[in-house]
């Protein structure tokens, strides 16, 4: 894929997270972008603002969509319960974005990796449920923020473990909400050793999949670049069935 030429070279949407501080933005670290890349891609950003109309009309000018790592949720908004007070919350117009852009790319089909808050986002778009804080909703459970390393378990004959070749894998994390659960027609893909949710996709899907932890962080040009070679790989077949349609 990374030998294409820059014209077949398939479109990739990135969504990025809120600044954080001062005016509302976008932020969007290098390292998704320069992974999409690397993997055959053209990275694109999304500034996050728009209705749904100008969500859908974006989607249809490109081949595949990364939704990126960001903060937390406000669960109050979604109806999940209070907010935990150690969230760092996103604002609520890039919670409402991220997730009309979400359930958007899902209805038209389109490859779609979701990172960390980005698989978070396309669990509760199919209705699953949240952990708010970590170790706490699971006393005693090993630590997820802070850019731990910690192995994976990939579920057999899942989307996944073709994609990866492999049953087990070191993975970094960055996060302390996590899924709890998923709804059909999702199933989970992969999990830690204490059997919390690392990974989901939809099987009936082109490309839908997400993972908890941080692909792009992991070493250039290593396995985890499977999960964007795989996505972009996926993009370039819809961009080909595109070109042929009259």
């Known amino acids: 894929m990374a030998d294409m030429v820059d014209a077949e070279r398939p479109l990739i949407a990135l969504n990025g ?4 501080t001062g005016e509302p933005g976008l932020r969007l670290h290098h390292r998704y972008s320069l992974a999409v890349l690397r993997c055959g891609g053209v990275p694109l950003a999304l500034p996050g603002v728009g209705g749904p109309r100008d969500i859908e009309r974006a989607l249809q000018r490109v081949d595949g969509l990364v939704l990126c790592g960001g903060d937390d949720f406000d669960t109050e908004r979604l109806g999940l319960g209070p907010t935990h007070p150690e969230a760092r919350v996103t604002p609520p117009e890039k919670q409402d974005y991220d997730l009309a852009l979400t359930r958007a790319a899902l209805a038209l089909r389109l ?3 979701g990172i960390c808050y980005g698989m978070q986002c ?11 804080h970590l170790p706490e909703d699971r006393p005693g459970a090993q630590e997820h923020r802070g850019g731990v390393e910690h192995a994976v378990r990939v579920v057999p004959d899942s989307k996944l473990a073709r994609i990866l070749g492999v049953a087990s894998l070191p993975v970094i994390s960055r996060h302390h909400q996590a899924l709890c659960d998923v709804g059909a027609p999702w199933s989970v893909n992969a ?10 996709e939809l099987r009936d899907h082109p490309f839908a999949l997400g993972v908890q932890w941080h692909p792009e962080l992991s070493h250039e040009g ?23 349609r009259p």
């Open 17 to 20: 997270c809120a600044p954080g």
């Open 111 to 113: 490859p779609v990796l």
């Open 122 to 132: 396309l669990g509760i778009s199919g209705g699953a449920r949240l952990l708010q």
């Open 191 to 200: 999990t830690d050793e204490e059997g919390l949710i690392e990974g989901i």
């Open 222 to 244: 290593g396995l985890q670049d499977r999960l964007f070679r795989s996505l972009i790989h996926a993009a370039a077949h819809r961009q080909a069935l595109s070109a042929i």
